[in-house]
T-cell receptor
Framework: GQQVMQIPQYQHVQEGEDFTTYCNSS?????IQWYKQRPGGHPVFLIQ?????EVKKQKRLTFQFGEAKKNSSLHITATQTTDVGTYFC???????????FGSGTRLSIRP | EADIYQTPRYLVIGTGKKITLECSQT?????MYWYQQDPGMELHLIHY???????EKGDLSSESTVSRIRTEHFPLTLESARPSHTSQYLC??????????FGPGTRLLVL
């Protein structure tokens, strides 16, 4: 069946270092979404990418959608303690109106 | 203000009890979802609904049931709670853009 894989599972960085998480789908996606879940919280929508090769930025966060629309990445420049949490990618499941979430990347930061 | 609500936020209950987790949204979204998530782990879709009187089982087998009698309301019921049901339950809704808005979650502990 359709799968969305996400790596790495965990990332522990020094504050100020960069961070990247990668998302790969077994099938072409019409769009890719990214969510952030703070410890003890619920997932919060960050961004949606729709176009092949699209790149979007939100302050220190850069999101990319691959040319083949099967992979995506989230890059955080100069991490801060407020970036701590789990980052999930998600893509629509074939023609059904439900979303498949990746397994998430948990980011922790050493001050 | 448009939002999505879940009650109760925390629930401790004995084995064998029947429980209903409430979820309501004021955004007029047709699609609603229930996820089960253990702390820091993946999101597992257990039920979803495309609209009133429409419900489907998700990817994770669940002993719970759902109903969708009103657009804004999507309750989840466990007929007989067991310790294996201990988890966090997250409700979400989505509109035409398919991006998901999550409620704050219900943390369930079954003794």
């Amino acid at each position: 069946g359709q799968q969305v894989m996400q790596i790495p599972q965990y990332q522990h960085v020094q504050e100020g270092e960069d961070f990247t998480t990668y998302c790969n789908s077994s099938t072409t996606l019409s769009n890719i979404q990214w969510y952030k879940q703070r410890p003890g919280g619920h997932p919060v929508f960050l961004i949606q990418l729709v176009k092949s090769g699209e790149v979007k930025k939100q302050k220190r966060l850069t999101f990319q959608f691959g040319e083949a629309k099967k992979n995506s990445s989230l890059h955080i420049t100069a991490t801060q303690t407020t970036d701590v949490g789990t980052y999930f990618c998600a893509g629509p499941y074939s023609s059904a109106s439900k979303i498949i979430f990746g397994s998430g990347t948990r980011l922790s930061i050493r001050p | 203000e448009a939002d999505i609500y879940q009650t109760p936020r925390y629930l401790v209950i004995g084995t064998g009890k029947k429980i209903t987790l409430e979820c309501s949204q004021t955004m007029g979204h047709d699609k609603m979802y229930w996820y089960q998530q253990d702390p820091g782990m993946e999101l597992h879709l257990i039920h979803y609904s495309y609209g009133v009187n429409s419900t489907e089982k998700g990817d994770l087998s669940s002993e719970s049931t759902v109903s969708r009698i009103r657009t804004e309301h999507f309750p989840l019921t466990l007929e007989s709670a067991r310790p294996s049901h201990t988890s966090q339950y997250l409700c979400a809704s989505s509109g035409v853009k398919e991006t998901q808005y999550f409620g704050p979650g219900t943390r369930l502990l079954v003794l």
